[in-house]
């Protein structure tokens, strides 16, 4: 395919993120996405959760024609790519291989610069991507990162100086979500289901305990243990009491993860006197965390920003508008760089 013929302002960043079991690559022209393709991994369904392994194996499989596919939807040719930027971590390490082998790999060829992102970085910027309807933060904000392997609160300063005023001790909501519903016998991923079932349930059904962590720290792992012990006692009485009450359950569950994010983020925005509040990762996605926000913006006047849904989960347009932004400022990586399973932001 011929090349597009490319202004001298044109900026292309070649989005690659790897650090789960998603397979994604993004196009951005000057902040704008020209493609967001991912492929998920059905293959983990079976087992109830991610398998490592497994998840670099279709990796490999995938990360070719994934690319392949970004870049002819962006309707440019390789060598119109100003940057390639990759998600060096965190996140399981064969996977994060994978994406950081190739990508320098590809920079290398194309003989244009690599940019090493932060997954965490990412899933906070992706509120600054150019979308016709979505507001952007202004600096300084706070940001809710949630996912199935990070719960955090951070100090957006700047595009890049932030803060982590406040994270998990234990296990993330996104896991909290997942074996909650694993104990209930739901298929993996279980938090969309949750949520969907919740949506039909009534919240105040069931009390389930809020931890109490001191400071704007979280735990999750004493909740799940009590989500255990509570239908075990009601199975030993009831065998079907699950599936008589299963959208209560969810809607209780659910009720109480939300409850226990947004104390502290009220927490958070009193301490700071910060109120302009954004959220992002995976369980992002989540309606009750969704509509709690605009419930906050509404009762506290907060100002919330909610990314677009296909920003929420893994991608790479995410990934790409942290590349941008680096861009501008030259922060490139030398091709000794190596992928991190923890890598702080």
Request: hydrophobic fraction near 40%; proline fraction near 5%; glycine fraction near 8%.
């Amino acid at each position: 395919m011929p090349n597009k013929p490319q202004m001298a302002e044109d900026i292309y960043i070649l989005g690659i993120e790897s650090s789960c079991d998603d397979t994604a690559a993004a196009v951005l022209c000057n902040g704008k996405i020209q493609s967001n393709i991912v492929a998920t991994q059905q293959v983990h369904q079976q087992y109830g959760g991610v398998v490592p392994e497994l998840a670099s194996r279709a990796h490999q499989q995938n990360i070719v024609p994934v690319i392949h596919q970004a870049i002819a939807k962006a309707n440019i040719g390789k060598k119109d790519i100003s940057a390639i930027a990759f998600t060096r971590g965190p996140g399981l390490m064969g996977s994060l291989l994978v994406g950081t082998s190739f990508a320098k790999s590809l920079a290398m060829g194309l003989g244009v610069p690599l940019i090493e992102v932060n997954h965490m970085q990412a899933h906070i910027l992706a509120h600054f991507i150019e979308e016709e309807g979505f507001k952007k933060p202004a600096f300084p904000f706070l940001a809710m990162t949630i996912s199935g392997g990070h719960t955090q609160i951070v100090k957006v300063n700047d595009y890049f100086s932030m803060e982590v005023i406040g994270e998990t001790t234990d296990d993330a909501v996104g896991e909290a979500f997942d074996k909650s519903a694993k104990i209930l016998g739901l298929p993996y991923p279980g938090g969309p289901l949750v949520d969907k079932y919740a949506n039909e349930g009534d919240p105040k059904a069931f009390k389930f305990p809020k931890p109490k962590v001191s400071g704007l720290n979280f735990s999750f792992s004493g909740f799940k243990t009590a989500v255990l012990y509570f239908i075990e006692k009601q199975t030993r009485e009831d065998p079907d009491f699950i599936e008589k009450n299963l959208k209560d359950i969810c809607a209780s569950i659910q009720y109480t993860i939300v409850e226990i994010l947004m104390d502290k983020l009220k927490k958070a925005v009193k301490e700071t006197g910060i109120s302009r509040v954004a959220i992002g990762g995976g369980v992002s996605a989540n309606s009750g965390i969704r509509n709690a926000l605009y419930d906050a913006e509404k009762r506290y006047k907060w100002q919330c920003f909610i990314p677009k849904f296909e920003y929420t989960t893994d991608n790479a347009a995410m990934i790409a508008i942290a590349g941008h932004y680096k861009y501008l400022k030259k922060e490139f990586s030398d091709f000794s760089t190596t992928a991190q399973a923890r890598y702080k932001i």
